[in-house]
T-cell receptor, first 111, second 116 residues
Framework: GESVGLHLPTLSVQEGDNSIINCAYSNSASDYFIWYKQESGKGPQFIIDIRSNMDKRQGQRVTVLLNKTVKHLSLQIAATQPGDSAVYFCAENNGANNLFFGTGTRLTVIP | DTEVTQTPKHLVMGMTNKKSLKCEQHMGHRAMYWYKQKAKKPPELMFVYSYEKLSINESVPSRFSPECPNSSLLNLHLHALQPEDSALYLC???????????????FGPGTRLLVL
């Protein structure tokens, strides 16, 4: 079966520092990946996506890196703010538009 | 507009009750999804509707019954639930479903369900 996992379940960073959240996936045929942010009591919120024909994609304060060789995905958040505190999920699209979510990383920003 | 709405926000029901969860989107999306999320766990897919037809049922017990009245609405009918069914139920939608299309799914805020 497919599995999408995260290396660290929790991450604490100082406000203003950069955050890096990592994710490993096992299905080498997966060609689309999404990062979601989920705040307490809310549904997952789309942050950024990347297709397998790309290595890097940048958004506003966020960058996603994809390393297909080692099947690794990361989310970088620049100048982390208290509002960034949430659980972050990577999700893998298996081509039939079924999303498989990783276990999640809880990011805590220390003021 | 990438909004998916869900009602109610919270629901408490007994094991003999019948209730329904509702989901709505006006983005013209043709695929809609139900997910179940237990505390501190990732969302797990339950059902997928594509063009108002059920395309995927991830071996969900029959006490959960989905319905797609039209392309904008998705319901989840609940009957004879068990306490272990207590969870956050999330609805999502995307432009399309199936094939090799890569479509972002947009999630609603969820309905937090407690079964007593």
């Amino acid at each position: 079966g497919e599995s999408v996992g995260l290396h660290l379940p929790t991450l604490s960073v100082q406000e203003g520092d950069n955050s890096i959240i990592n994710c490993a996936y096992s299905n080498s045929a997966s060609d689309y990946f999404i990062w979601y942010k989920q705040e307490s009591g809310k549904g997952p919120q789309f942050i950024i996506d990347i297709r397998s024909n790309m290595d890097k994609r940048q958004g506003q304060r966020v960058t996603v890196l994809l390393n297909k060789t080692v099947k690794h995905l990361s989310l970088q958040i620049a100048a982390t703010q208290p509002g960034d505190s949430a659980v972050y999920f990577c999700a893998e699209n298996n081509g039939a538009n079924n999303l498989f979510f990783g276990t999640g990383t809880r990011l805590t920003v220390i003021p | 507009d990438t909004e998916v709405t869900q009602t109610p926000k919270h629901l408490v029901m007994g094991m003999t009750n019948k209730k329904s969860l509702k989901c709505e989107q006006h983005m013209g999306h043709r695929a809609m999804y139900w997910y179940k999320q237990k505390a501190k766990k990732p969302p797990e897919l339950m059902f997928v509707y594509s063009y108002e037809k059920l395309s995927i049922n991830e071996s969900v017990p029959s006490r959960f019954s989905p319905e797609c009245p039209n392309s904008s609405l998705l319901n989840l009918h609940l009957h004879a639930l068990q306490p272990e069914d207590s969870a956050l139920y999330l609805c999502a939608s995307s432009q399309e479903a199936g094939g090799r299309l890569e479509e972002t799914q947009y999630f609603g805020p969820g309905t937090r369900l407690l079964v007593l």
